[in-house]
C-alpha cells in the first residue's frame, strides 16, 4: 500500500494554467486591476466584514516604513478600533528548536475545531546581514495555512524588541476587527526582551524541552517569571520520563517567585503537539485563567496597562522614525560615522551633536 503524499501549503490551491495564446488587453486589464487601490473606507469596511484579502493589505500598509503610508494606515486603524478588545492574545515564546511552529499549528487546529477563528502572527527572525527572512511559517504550518477559520502572517522581526514585528500591536487590532476569536503571537525566542510580547498579551505560554539542559536555567528569574503557563513539548515516546521530571523541577520554581498580580498561579503541563496530545488540556487550563482574571478584573486592569505602555513604545518609535528621516540628520549621521571610524570623535560627542541639530 503506497503512502499518499503530503500536499504542500506553497500548492493547497489550483491555479490556472498558462495559456499559449494570451489576449494583450486582458493582460492589460489584469495589470491596471493590481494597480488600483482600495480607498481607506473600502479597507476598513471589507475588514469589518472578514475580508482577508483586505486585512492583508492593510497589514502590508501598517508594516510599511513608507512615511506616505503612515496617515492611511492610522485612518484604517482608527476606523477599526470600535471593533476590537474582542479576542484573546496569547504570546507563545520558547528557544528555537522547541516545536513553536508545530505546536501553534496543533493548537490552532483544535480551537477552529471548536468554532474559533484563529489568527497566528508569526515573527521570523531577520537576518543582521541581508535584512531578510525566510518567512517560512506558512509552510511550516502544513494544515492550518488550508483551514477557512484560520489566517498566518508571517513578519519580518528586524531591528524590533524582543524579535517582535514593529507593528504587531496594531496589526492585533486589524485581525480582532476581522473577527478573530483567538490572536496567536509566536515570538523569535526567549530572553529578557521578551517583554515586548508580554505587553501586548492576556496570556503568556512558555514552550520548554526536557532534557535541553536549561532547568535550572528556568529557575532564574527573568522569561519564566512572566509566564502564565509553561508547556513542555514533545513529551512522548522515549522523553516522556524525561519531561514528567521536568514537570516537577519547574513546578518547584515557579513556587519561588511570589504570586503574580493576577492572583494566578501559573501551570506547568506536559504536551506533543506531534502527538496533539495535552492541547485540549491546555486550552482549558486558558480558559479557566480567563474566568479567573476576568472575576477578579485583572483582565480588564491589565489591557489597560498594555494600552497606556503602547501609548508611550508607538510615541518613541515616531520620534526615532521622525528624528532619522530628516534630511539634516541623514547627511549630518554619514559625516558622524566617518568621524568615529577616523577615531576624531566619540560616540557620545557625535550623538550630542546630531541632537543638537533637532533642536
Excluded at 515564546?93 to 475545531?113: D, N, Q, R, W
Amino acid at each position: 500500500m503506497t503512502k499518499k503524499a503530503k500536499s504542500s501549503a506553497l500548492l493547497n490551491k489550483k491555479g490556472v494554467s498558462q495559456s499559449e495564446i494570451t489576449n494583450a488587453s486582458s493582460i492589460t486589464k489584469i495589470r491596471q486591476k493590481r494597480k488600483s487601490k482600495p480607498s481607506t473606507q473600502d479597507l476598513i469596511s471589507e475588514i469589518i466584514n472578514g475580508n482577508i484579502t483586505a486585512l492583508s493589505r492593510a497589514i502590508t500598509l501598517i508594516e510599511s516604513s513608507n512615511p506616505k503610508h503612515l496617515n492611511q494606515a492610522n485612518d484604517i486603524i482608527k476606523g477599526c478600533l470600535q471593533h476590537t478588545n474582542t479576542s484573546v492574545r496569547i504570546g507563545i515564546t520558547g528557544v528555537p528548536g522547541v516545536g513553536k511552529s508545530t505546536f501553534i499549528e496543533a493548537f490552532g487546529m483544535y480551537l477552529t475545531s471548536q468554532g474559533k477563528k484563529v489568527a497566528v502572527l508569526a515573527v521570523d527572525p531577520s537576518s543582521s546581514l541581508s535584512k531578510g527572512s525566510i518567512l517560512g511559517d506558512k509552510t511550516r504550518m502544513e494544515d492550518l495555512v488550508k483551514n477557512k477559520n484560520a489566517f498566518i502572517r508571517p513578519s519580518p522581526s528586524g531591528t524590533s524588541l524582543g524579535g517582535v514585528a514593529r507593528k504587531t500591536r496594531e496589526t492585533i487590532m486589524l485581525c480582532e476587527a476581522a473577527g478573530f476569536d483567538i490572536i496567536l503571537i509566536e515570538t523569535v525566542g526567549v530572553g529578557q526582551s521578551e517583554t515586548a510580547v508580554h505587553s501586548m498579551v492576556d496570556f503568556f505560554l512558555l514552550l520548554k524541552l526536557a532534557g535541553a539542559g536549561d532547568e535550572l536555567q528556568g529557575i532564574k528569574r527573568g522569561i519564566i517569571e512572566m509566564a502564565d503557563a509553561i508547556a513542555i513539548n514533545k513529551a512522548d515516546g522515549d522523553n516522556l520520563k524525561a519531561a514528567k521530571l521536568a514537570k516537577v523541577e519547574f513546578n518547584r520554581a515557579l513556587h519561588l517567585y511570589p504570586l503574580k498580580d493576577s492572583e494566578w498561579q501559573p501551570k506547568v503541563m506536559l504536551c506533543s503537539a506531534l502527538q496533539q496530545e495535552g492541547i485540549e488540556d491546555l486550552w482549558n487550563m486558558i480558559e479557566l485563567y480567563i474566568e479567573h482574571t476576568s472575576k477578579n478584573q485583572y483582565f480588564d486592569k491589565h489591557r489597560k496597562e498594555q494600552s497606556k505602555f503602547w501609548l508611550l513604545q508607538t510615541i518613541e518609535d515616531r520620534l526615532k522614525s521622525d528624528f532619522f528621516n530628516q534630511p539634516k540628520i541623514k547627511s549630518a549621521l554619514k559625516l558622524q560615522l566617518q568621524l568615529i571610524e577616523d577615531g576624531k570623535t566619540t560616540p557620545f560627542t557625535a550623538a550630542e551633536d546630531l541632537l543638537k541639530l533637532n533642536d
